[in-house]
């Protein structure tokens, strides 16, 4: 099992719409968690980072996390066709590699 | 600007050949990683270094070396040994406080 899930999609809504993406982890020794975001053929870039339980939000995106229930999401609201890619979320304990989900594809049309 | 440059963008190896591929970072981060991406399988860690002259194996390392002879540098060989090394690979790196900075990715193909 991987210790961090994530459904693959693809989500397709339309543009203005609140998208709500979601992982779970496994491994309760996680304390960090992070949101990227992956346009076809680059490398992924930093949305969210986040320390142990609680909301942040940047703008249009608001990251949770509920670690009693080991549950990441992410909310983007007033949702772009510029906000169509892969979605990849992540968790690690100090000093260890970041663990990924499989990454969910989003896609916002006109 | 500061960032991680990964090179080259593209890469064609042949049956049985050793490449090499290059990651720099001038971020000043003491950790650095290597991810493996292959379609419809997220980010896989091959091996990562937490601090010069020192590396761990992650999960996928069969086929695989590395070396952390200088802060700055984590550069990644293919091995023959690696049977199925097409894909996309991408080298991050952590500072003390913030989230993973990575690379724009090499994509490797073999011919």
């Known amino acids: 099992q991987k210790e961090v899930e994530q459904d693959p999609g693809p989500l397709s809504v339309p543009e203005g719409a609140i998208v709500s993406l979601n992982c779970t982890y496994s491994n309760s020794a996680f304390q960090y968690f992070m949101w990227y975001r992956q346009y076809s053929r680059k490398g992924p870039e930093l949305l969210m980072y986040?320390?142990?339980?609680g909301n942040k939000e940047d703008g249009r995106f608001t990251a949770q996390v509920d670690k009693s229930s080991k549950y990441i999401s992410l909310f983007i609201r007033d949702s772009q066709p510029s906000d169509s890619a892969t979605y990849l979320c992540?968790?690690?304990?100090?000093?260890?590699?970041?663990?990924f989900g499989k990454g969910t594809s989003l896609l916002v049309t006109p | 600007d500061g960032g991680i440059t990964q090179s080259p963008k593209y890469l064609f190896r042949k049956e049985g050949q050793n490449v090499t591929l290059s990651c720099e970072q001038n971020l000043n981060h003491d950790a650095m990683y290597w991810y493996r991406q292959d379609p419809g399988q997220g980010l896989r860690l091959i091996y990562y270094s937490q601090i010069v002259n020192d590396f761990q194996k992650g999960d996928i390392a069969e086929g695989y070396s590395v070396s952390r002879e200088k802060k700055e540098s984590f550069p990644l060989t293919v091995t023959s040994a690696q049977k199925n090394p097409t894909a996309f690979y991408l080298c991050a790196s952590k500072g003390p406080e913030a989230g993973y900075t990575f690379g724009s990715g090499t994509r490797l193909t073999v011919v």
């Open positions: 986040t320390y142990s339980s």
């Open positions: 992540g968790g690690s304990n100090s000093g260890y590699a970041l663990n």
